[in-house]
């Protein structure tokens, strides 16, 4: 028999896209485009397997249209919140994803925004560009300070757990809330004290980062109620989805001050972000990169393709959700 045929829907690194071609038969475009729905129904008449981005949704109308021939879906992500999951398991197509490869790279981006958006990078960095900076003041772009100050994390997975040990380096207090307590070595490890009540984690956030999942339950965390019981000035980073926050309710508690500042690598609209939140000098943004360095692209398309070899070889994918 020949080799599987694969779909890799988007550019990923060179290193992956080396040995998949080396195993596999790839249908690759180089244009580096999101793929369609239309897209996805058809290529899933040619290929055994995809290797997708969060960029592709297999919503139920989608997967209901894919053809037979496909079996394994082996996600460049560790979201899944792109894939209806029930709909895909009922036609048989195991799913597979990436954890435990991008922890590090997306707390050092949730870091870098954290610490941006405190200290008034954005505007720092626009009044030297422009060539505005004409004098200095004590009082010019006073921010506020991460050591000694309290961070409320909520979500203690990989990524969460990751981000507590590097502002632990910062001197922070660390605080948590998650769905289930962490065993105390774990705790331990992170250095964190627990709140059961995300009520009472917000009210001792100094700082506020989102390391939680899209789900049902988490789409909307942060509405006006939840921001309003923040202490006045608290920064907020959001790192994980777009939609755990009300961008409306964000917006309105950052033009009264109430939230000083925030720091954001995703949004409810994407690509584009949402055009309201650069009328904000102390809001820091980026295109939902919090994965991208190369050590840990090329980690991420390993562990996919480790998927598919499993798969291939008759074996469950150590990753298969």
Known sequence: MGKPVIWITRQLSEATL?????????IWDPDDKPG????????????DGMIPCHSEHFSADVVARLAPRLKIIANHSVGVDHCDLPSLKARG?????????????????ALMLMLGAARHAVAG?????????????PAMLVGKQLSGARLGIIGMGGVGRAFARKARGLDMEVHYHNRRRLDPEAEAEAGATYHAELDDLLAVSDFLSLHCPATPETVGLMNAARLARLPKGCVIVNTARGNLVDEAALLDALTSGHVGAAGLDCFVTEPGGNPAFAAHDNVMMMPHVGSAT????DAMGFKALDNLDHFFRGETPPDQL
Not at 18 to 26: C, G, L, N, P, Q
Not at 36 to 47: L, P, T
Not at 294 to 297: D, E, G, H, I, K
């Open 18 to 26: 080396d040995r998949a071609r080396r195993d596999y038969e790839v």
């Open 36 to 47: 369609s729905a239309e897209d996805i129904i058809a290529m899933s008449a040619r290929v």
């Open 93 to 109: 197509i195991v799913v597979t994803n990436t954890p435990g490869v991008l922890s590090d790279a997306t707390a050092e981006l």
């Open 125 to 137: 960095d626009q009044l030297v560009r422009s060539g505005q900076w004409q004098s200095w003041s």
């Open 294 to 297: 190369v050590a840990t692209r």
